[in-house]
């Protein structure tokens, strides 16, 4: 797995704005880091499977279709295109910075990002693929069958191997370095007076509560709805998918912020267009407060100062099937 550091670094209480800086070491929020893979063979082969559509049934859907890492980790859609056309059930979370939630998929039914991983190959609705057939593809091409020997020590493939390798891959898609990260790490220029206020707002208001640490959320599962009920057609009850407790209706994961100005639209359903939208509806049901047109502007100033570097790599050439490597099967 990956090594990741978490720093904050003591701030100078010089300037003008001292007192803010002196507090900035115990914000609820804290800067990310670059990390390092543990093995890097691992993840340059899940780097090539996150890119295969051939692990789809169709041989056009691959990981970064409804994660594109050239759009936030994401696809921008409300929810997402499966296999055939098939309209997804669910906004598709971003994969930048995914290592950092506590679970996977809105409703957490995954532990981890591997467990994720091999979920949508054999969904019906997603790449239609099953894990036996995703398996004889890549083992039918001498050259994954090679990079599977490098990773592993053997060229053996299997489901366990595809999934470890493509989470070692999508652990190293952090986004370091925000404006945000910046301001917390001593730079006093970082933020804008527009941007700091709209942070104060964010604490003041009780976003924190929920939307804390370095992933600005994704440590916790909170209900959608505690003053007012949120209303949507989709059907998806979030936890209570899981755990079939009535108490659980409408629990979901919290969503990270980090680039959340990137990963529109917003909230498991994607009803919320824009930023100004999504807060404006999580004052009104999580916080009981009708926050006004300049705050919600502030608020969003602030928001868009977590956005960080974004994964930066070489795209990967994926080796040619052969003559027994199975067909796709797009129609």
């Known amino acids: 797995m990956i090594k990741r550091t978490f720093a904050i670094s003591l701030l100078s209480l010089s300037t003008i704005l001292a007192p803010i800086y002196a507090s900035a070491a115990n914000e609820p929020i ?17 780097k090539m499977l996150y890119f295969d559509p051939r692990l789809s049934k169709s041989g056009l859907i691959s990981c970064n279709s409804c994660h594109n890492l050239s759009m936030g980790g994401t696809d921008n859609i409300k929810t997402s295109i499966g296999h055939k056309w098939q309209e997804g059930p669910i906004n598709a979370p971003t994969v930048l910075n995914s290592g950092m939630n506590l679970a996977q998929f809105w409703d957490g039914r995954a532990k981890d990002l591997k467990e994720q991983a091999g979920g949508p190959i054999a969904n019906p609705g997603e790449m239609a693929s099953t894990h036996e057939m995703a398996e004889k593809v890549v083992a039918s091409i001498p050259q994954y069958r090679e990079h599977f020997k490098k990773a592993f020590g053997s060229d053996t493939v299997n489901i366990d191997r595809i999934a470890t ?39 003041s208001s009780g976003c924190t509560q929920c939307h ?120």
């Open 212 to 331: 804390s640490g370095p992933a600005v959320g994704a440590n916790s599962f909170q209900k959608m709805g505690v003053f007012k009920p949120y209303e949507t057609k989709n059907p998806a009850v979030g936890r209570m998918d899981v755990t079939g407790k009535e108490e659980d209706r409408f629990v979901f994961k919290v969503p990270t912020l980090r680039n959340v100005e990137l990963t529109y639209p917003y909230f498991h359903d994607g009803e919320a267009a824009t930023l100004e939208e999504a807060v404006d509806i999580m004052g009104q049901i999580q916080l009981n407060r009708e926050f006004k047109k300049d705050e919600i502007a502030k608020i969003v100033a602030f928001l868009k100062t977590l956005t960080g570097e974004q994964p930066k790599f070489d795209l990967p050439i994926l080796p040619p099937s052969t003559n027994n490597t199975p067909r796709p099967q797009p129609f």
């Open 30 to 46: 804290q800067p990310i880091k670059a990390v390092t893979p543990e093995n890097p063979d691992v993840a340059e082969l899940g």
């Open 165 to 203: 390798a493509i989470a070692e891959f999508e652990e190293t898609l952090v986004t370091p370095n925000s404006r945000f990260d910046q301001w917390l790490e001593g730079d006093k220029n970082a933020l804008s007076a527009e941007e700091l206020e709209g942070y104060k707002l964010f604490k």
